[in-house]
């Protein structure tokens, strides 16, 4: 039997952590495979009902990154995903989620072993705590909305 590998969703924003993941490859950094990034403009955009999407579509954990606060190229867009992520979080854990597999980050453009770093951490946390074959999936809500491969 083949040792277990996490399947890892990244939303991430398009000026900081995408940009970050890009010079980590630019500067030939290695980290864990594991990741599918998903580039939206600003962390403050994220619906989080994505995240459950995500892990609905077979995903065992889940980062999402974006610019450090205070330089949001959108000015206060990170400040509003970290308020929603606070009251979202108490949902989550109240609904049944392991909130283990949700890894929620600051990393610049100029970051990139940063988000190598971030990335192998999160890897090696959900590969320890296995498949994510307890989430209540009735909480995944339009499914096909995120494709995990």
């Known amino acids: 039997m083949a040792a277990f590998e996490p399947k890892i969703v990244a939303f991430v924003c398009n000026w900081c952590t995408y940009a970050g993941a890009d010079l980590t490859g630019t500067s030939r950094i290695k980290y864990a495979p ?3 990034m998903i580039r939206l ?3 403050g955009r994220i619906d989080f ?3 459950l999407q995500a892990f609905g579509q077979g995903a065992d ?6 610019c450090h606060p205070g330089d949001c ?4 867009g990170n400040y509003h995903a970290r308020r929603r992520w606070i ?3 108490r949902l989550l854990d ?3 989620v392991d909130l283990r597999r949700i890894h929620f980050a600051w990393v610049s453009a100029a970051e990139g072993a940063k988000w190598a770093e971030l990335v192998n951490e999160v890897a090696a946390t959900i590969r320890e705590l296995g498949p994510y074959d307890t989430f209540p999936k009735r909480l995944a ?5 995120v494709e995990v491969a």
Not at 73 to 76: D, G, L, R, V
Not at 141 to 145: G, I, M, T, W
């Open 34 to 36: 594991n990741v599918r």
């Open 49 to 51: 009902m994505l995240i």
């Open 73 to 76: 190229h959108y000015t206060a």
């Open 61 to 66: 954990g889940v980062i999402v990154s974006g």
């Open 94 to 96: 109240f609904l049944g």
């Open 141 to 145: 809500c339009r499914p096909e909305a």
């Open 87 to 89: 009251l979202f979080r």
């Open 41 to 43: 403009p600003c962390t």
